[in-house]
Structures are given as structure tokens and as C-alpha cells.
């Protein structure tokens, strides 16, 4: 028995974050480990419930809302349940970033928690919430990694971001003290940092050595980081541990990449799907049978527009865009926000592991990510992506980098048995997808990673 991880998180973590810092966290976190159990009807009773209180409050409070239910000519009312809230319009990222002012609560909630996207895809957008909106989202994060085996006090390596630099700015004392406070916590909680944002021979060996002499009981990375890593450790046969359960996220782990995480930490790898607005929305369970979304706090629908307006739920294994509602935010609501992102449903139905929280099926990414062709039609840019997932024999990586002029770079990263058949396929791929636009293949060592440690699968240069 792991007497340090007893004692952290039956006594010193509930002293801190109920006693001291009375934070409800941990009473979030035991009401959402018991509602998992529950059958799928008292879980949309309870998201439905949230549902009328956000709506009530943003009809109320929130200009923006107000003027959106009124152009529909619907009250909070008429909306019963998630599966009503296709009656209000969806809010896309521009209007997102255009309507800070007119989304801020004016009563009921205020901001306290002040935050922004990076804007690597562009210009960050500014949101915020309130302190209660946070401490449901610990719950959540924490239910979430606790289904990969995850829990408060085990020796956890985090391979991750760590964001862009700081450049030449002199860290202030508040900056400093601020630093002090996260490493003093992540002490505590036996959390330990690594920076996945360059991943050489000697920073991969590196980290083999941080995870011989740490012995994490869980690893949680970045999915393109901890891939690369796997790679590096199955490659050199560096692994000499058990099975290491791996959290990823923050990016996609692509079809390609599981098997060979699998092969370096076992077989206990859990995808997670979140994102800088709302945290954590879905987490895969020990049945590894898609991602339960978490409906307590969150609406995650997944839909498909209809070119003459409104919009319809994806089908089971349809390609859809994520559209959020986030059930704890009253400060400054996302109701039906479409972040970006590309998911597709998985059937319905009670998982095999005993909860009925509605799964993705898989994240596909990002929907701004679209190319286009010579003749400037838009192109999803995830065709690439369906194509190599058959290729993965010959391809270890890539990326298509979409310049200014419309050209397009294919980056490939070869195994040993990348052949002139593959590349005719590549070949007709972009022939079919990307008429009109020349194509140069790459064949690279590696593919760059951006200054947030994400490696971007597709880049269109603005
Ligand atoms: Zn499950």
C-alpha cells in the first residue's frame, strides 16, 4: 500500500482544498462519482435541470443571449432538454471573439477566472467564469483521469506543453511567487513536469530516465508527444517497466499512434478530449470502448449544418462539428459553441462498462483546418489524414502545410517501407482532393512541433 498516496488524499488534500481553502472540488468530485452509475435518464434529468438554470440565467442577464432567443421567438422555456437546444443558433469562434462584452453577465455571476485561447489558429479569443465553474471543472478533469486509473496523490509524469516562452520579459515577484505556488502544489500532489515541446534523441532518453528513477504509476501527455516517445522507447527497447497506464490529450491520438504506445506503457491507454474553454468534455473508460462525455456539466453535441440552415445531430460514425454548452459557466456563457473541433458520435447505448454517458467515438480535429483547392473550393483537410491512416506501414507521421499561394507542402515522415506505391497514392490523393494545386512531397527525418508543443496534422498559412 501506497501509504504517502493514502495520506494525500484522505487528509492532506481534503485539509487543503475543503478545510483551508473551502473549496467544494471534493464534493463535486464524489456527487459525479456517484451520478456515473446512474441510468441514462436520470443523467439527462440532471443535464436538463442545469440546462433551464443557464438558460433562465442568460435570458435574464446576459444581452447577448437575450437577443438570441428573441430573434428565434423562443423563451428558456420551450427548451426541455438538450435535444431542444437546436432551436437556438450556433456561435462560431469569430462571433466568439467578437461578443465578449455583449456575453458577460450584467447580474447572477461575475468573472473570476480570466483566461484566453493561444491563437495559434489565429486571434486568441478572451473568455472567462466564475470560481464555481472551476472547482466542477477539477471534479470533472478528476472523475476523468480516475477512469484511466488515475487518482489524487499517485506519482503522476506529465509530458506536456509548457507554452510558448517567455521571451525576454523579467518575471516580476508576482510572477515568481505565482511560480513557486504551482511548484510547491505539484510537489504535493507528486505531480511532475516535463517540457514535451522538443523531442530529440537526448530530451526522448532523457525523459526514459525521469520515468526509470520516478516510476510513475500513470504518465499523462500531450498524444503527439507521448506517441513520440512511445516510438523512441520501442525503437531502442528501452522499455524495462510494466504496464504505465497514459492519459493523452491536448491533441489527437491518431490511429496509428495507439499501437505503438501500447507496445512501449501496456495497454492501458485512456484518449481524453478537452479543450482551454471548457476542460475536460470526454474521457475514455477501462472498457476502451470511445469517450464518455460528461453530460453533469457540459452539453457536447455533435452536428451536422444544413446548407439551407439549422442544423441536425451526427449519426453514429458520421463525421459532425462539436458544439459546447457549458452547464457551470454563468459569468460568461458558451451556449452552443462550435470551438472548431470535428468529432463523430459513437452508437447509442449503455457502455460495457456500466455507465450510459453518451461516447464519441473518435475526435477528428479541427474544422478550421480546411484547405482549398484551385478553383478555391474548401477542402476538409482531414482526407489526408483517412488515406495515411491505411498507409501507416510506410508513413510514420505527416503534415500538409497549405501555403498563401495555395500550394501545398505533403511532409512525410517514411518507415523503411515507404515504396513508389505509396507515393502514387499520395499522389492520387491530392489529385482527387486538391485539383489545380501543385503538390511538392517532403520526405523528412521528423515534422516540427509549434511553440505550444502541439504538432499541427494540418496548417493552412494565413
Ligand atoms: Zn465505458
Known amino acids: 500500500?501506497?501509504?504517502?498516496?493514502?495520506?494525500?488524499?484522505?487528509?492532506?488534500?481534503p485539509a487543503w482544498e475543503s478545510g483551508l481553502r473551502r473549496r467544494p472540488t471534493l464534493r463535486h468530485l464524489a456527487y459525479l462519482e456517484k451520478t456515473q452509475w446512474q441510468p441514462l435518464s436520470?443523467?439527462?434529468?440532471?443535464?436538463a435541470c442545469a440546462l433551464q438554470r443557464l438558460l433562465r440565467h442568460a435570458y435574464a442577464n446576459v444581452p447577448y443571449y437575450r437577443s438570441r432567443f428573441e430573434a428565434a421567438g423562443i423563451r428558456p422555456e420551450s427548451i426541455h432538454g438538450a435535444a431542444d437546444l437546436a432551436k437556438l443558433p450556433i456561435l462560431g469562434r469569430e462571433e466568439a471573439r467578437d461578443t465578449v462584452q455583449e456575453r458577460t453577465a450584467t447580474a447572477g455571476a461575475t468573472v473570476e477566472v480570466h483566461k484566453n485561447t493561444?491563437?495559434?489558429m489565429g486571434r486568441p479569443l478572451v473568455?472567462?467564469?466564475?470560481?464555481e465553474s472551476e472547482y466542477w471543472r477539477q471534479a470533472t478533469r478528476l472523475r476523468g483521469y480516475g477512469w484511466a486509473g488515475c487518482h489524487l496523490g499517485q506519482r503522476a509524469l506529465y509530458y506536456w506543453g509548457a507554452g510558448p516562452p517567455a521571451g525576454n520579459r523579467r518575471p516580476t515577484l508576482a510572477s515568481r511567487l505565482k511560480g513557486f505556488k504551482i511548484r510547491a502544489d505539484r510537489a504535493l500532489r507528486r505531480e511532475y513536469y516535463v517540457d514535451c515541446g522538443h523531442r530529440g534523441a537526448e530530451e526522448l532518453n532523457t525523459v526514459v530516465e525521469i520515468i526509470r528513477r520516478k516510476k510513475p504509476e500513470v504518465l499523462v501527455c500531450y498524444s503527439q508527444a507521448g506517441a513520440d516517445l512511445a516510438r523512441h522507447v520501442v525503437e531502442h527497447g528501452l522499455k524495462d517497466w510494466g504496464t504505465i497506464p497514459v492519459i493523452c490529450g491536448a491533441e489527437r491520438l491518431l490511429p496509428t499512434d495507439?499501437?505503438?504506445v501500447e507496445l512501449a506503457f501496456g495497454p492501458a491507454v485512456f484518449e481524453t478530449y478537452g479543450s482551454r474553454e471548457v476542460?475536460?468534455?470526454?474521457?475514455?473508460c477501462p472498457a476502451h470502448a470511445g469517450l464518455h462525455v460528461s453530460m453533469e456539466t457540459l452539453v457536447v453535441e455533435v452536428v451536422v449544418r444544413d446548407p439551407a440552415g439549422g442544423d441536425r445531430p451526427a449519426r453514429p460514425g458520421e463525421v459532425g462539428e462539436v458544439v459546447i454548452t457549458d452547464l457551470t459557466n454563468l459569468a460568461m456563457p458558451f451556449i452552443r459553441y462550435a470551438n472548431g473541433d470535428l468529432a463523430v458520435p459513437a452508437e447509442p447505448g449503455t457502455c460495457p462498462c456500466g455507465r450510459a454517458h453518451p461516447r464519441l467515438a473518435s475526435v477528428e480535429g479541427r474544422a478550421t483546418e480546411t484547405l482549398v483547392d484551385g478553383s478555391g473550393v474548401r477542402v476538409n483537410g482531414l482526407v489526408f489524414n483517412v488515406v495515411i491512416a491505411h498507409l501507416a506501414h510506410g508513413i510514420r507521421q505527416f503534415q500538409v502545410v497549405q501555403h498563401r499561394d495555395r500550394s501545398v507542402t505533403l511532409r512525410v515522415v517514411p518507415t523503411p517501407s515507404f515504396d513508389g506505391q505509396i507515393e502514387s497514392v499520395l499522389r492520387q490523393t491530392w489529385e482527387r482532393y486538391l485539383p489545380g494545386v501543385p503538390v511538392k512531397l517532403d520526405l523528412v527525418p521528423?515534422?516540427?512541433?509549434?511553440?505550444?508543443g502541439k504538432r499541427q496534422v494540418v496548417v493552412v498559412e494565413r
Open 1 to 13: 500500500m501506497d501509504l504517502y498516496r493514502e495520506l494525500f488524499a484522505r487528509v492532506l488534500f
Open 42 to 47: 436520470d443523467l439527462e434529468a440532471i443535464q
Open 118 to 120: 493561444s491563437g495559434t
Open 127 to 131: 473568455f472567462g467564469y466564475e470560481r
Open 258 to 260: 495507439r499501437p505503438v
Open 279 to 284: 476542460m475536460l468534455m470526454a474521457a475514455e
Open 446 to 452: 521528423e515534422i516540427p512541433i509549434a511553440a505550444t
